[in-house]
């Protein structure tokens, strides 16, 4: 198993940035293709971001196309979201998530697809 924690949420204006992290530990990380979603009041889980094992493909949801990326160390068994340029409908409770992956290059947009969770960050931006 995998444990994963967010961090990195915040208020902030539109027009601005967060980097959210989630550290893993447990097992290797790089067992792992991660992802994050977002949920906001009212709605459904939306997928946001994916990327593979090895680092080397990801997958972007079109509204955050050219404004986040997702990215990993595996030195430091992190993922990352850079969020820029954040508009206030990006206001959500964001969850970092780990699919086990039988290749170096899957990638997963399913929330489904993910075993593992973390607890959530809020990010709320503000007009």
């Known amino acids: 198993q995998v444990q994963l924690v967010e961090s990195g949420g915040g208020l902030v204006q539109a027009g601005g940035s967060l980097r959210l992290s989630c550290a893993a530990s447990?097992?290797?990380?790089?067992?792992?293709?991660m992802g994050w979603f977002r949920q906001a009041p009212g709605k459904e889980r939306e997928f946001v971001a994916a990327?593979?094992?090895?680092?080397?493909?990801?997958y972007y949801t079109n509204s955050v196309k050219d404004r986040f990326t997702i990215s990993r160390d595996s030195a430091k068994n992190t993922n990352y979201l850079q969020m820029n340029s954040l508009k206030p409908e990006d206001t959500a409770v964001y969850y970092c998530?780990?699919?086990?992956?039988?290749?170096?290059?899957?990638?997963?947009?399913?929330?489904?697809?993910?075993?593992?969770w973390g607890r959530g960050t809020q990010v709320t931006v503000s007009s």
């Open positions: 447990g097992r290797t990380f790089n067992l792992y293709s």
């Open positions: 990327i593979s094992r090895n680092g080397e493909r990801t």
């Open positions: 998530a780990a699919a086990e992956s039988p290749t170096s290059i899957s990638i997963y947009t399913y929330w489904d697809s993910y075993a593992y």
